[in-house]
């Protein structure tokens, strides 16, 4: 039974530049959340997707962005990338919105 | 604005003994709570959790304890074994509102489990 599953594992990109991020549910999840982790702080939430719509949204700019796909999986866009986008970026399941939310390792994403 | 606090963010203790990290928030509208571990180059795993119609909630060696009045929280590790060091996270999720699914972390307490 897979897990989350994120890709890349690390990315490094220019000031300016826009990412794309990847997540797979855990099978049997139609719920995926995106968080941005700092160094040294927690998990704050970007966004929620549930029958592909944006369902819930943190306090993050229109600069993040997102989309679900019939399979469940997910993408997490960054445009206009700046240094203080630099963070570990979390992806999580669940079904049915549910709080009980299952990780995957994360993307490290570096901005220079 | 910190809804979620810890405001330890390390503990050290001996192995076989008792861990207690503590967690506060502040929304009272807060109504499930749930504690996270987090090993290096990992994502968080889910631990244990409480709903806020109980002041109690157990699973083997972890329970957690709500104490609503004073909008506190606590993880209970007994007995605490070094693989247990790692960082935990408290989170809380206001599903009495639309929020539901929408995790509120804490900063995170840095657990050592020492032999």
């Known amino acids: 039974d897979a897990g989350v599953t994120q890709s890349p594992t690390h990315l490094i990109k220019t000031r300016g530049q826009q990412v794309t991020l990847r997540c797979s549910p855990k099978s049997g999840h139609d719920t995926v959340s995106w968080y941005q982790q700092a160094l040294g702080q927690g998990p704050q939430f970007i966004f929620q ?10 306090n993050f700019p229109d600069r993040f962005s997102g989309h679900q796909f019939p399979n469940y999986s997910s993408e997490l866009n960054v445009n206009a990338l700046l240094l203080g986008d630099s963070a570990l970026y979390l992806c999580a399941s669940s079904f049915n919105q549910g709080a009980e939310q299952y990780f995957g390792p994360g993307t490290r994403l570096t901005v220079t | 604005d910190q809804q979620v606090k810890q405001n330890s963010p390390s503990l050290s203790v001996q192995e076989g003994r ?66 247990d060091s790692a960082v935990y996270f408290c989170a809380a999720d206001p599903r009495g509102s639309s929020n539901t699914g929408k995790l509120i972390f804490g900063q995170g307490t840095t657990l050592q489990v020492k032999p």
């Open chain 2, 18 to 83: 008792i861990s207690i990290l503590n967690c506060d928030y502040t929304n009272s509208m807060f109504d499930y709570f749930l504690w996270y571990k987090k090993y290096p180059a990992e994502g968080p795993t889910f631990l244990i959790s409480i709903s806020s119609i109980k002041d109690k909630n157990e699973d083997g060696r972890f329970t957690v304890f709500l104490n609503k009045s004073a909008k506190h929280l606590s993880l209970h590790i007994v007995p605490s074994q070094p693989g």
């Open chain 1, 49 to 58: 997707y549930y029958e592909e719509e944006e369902r819930q949204r943190g």
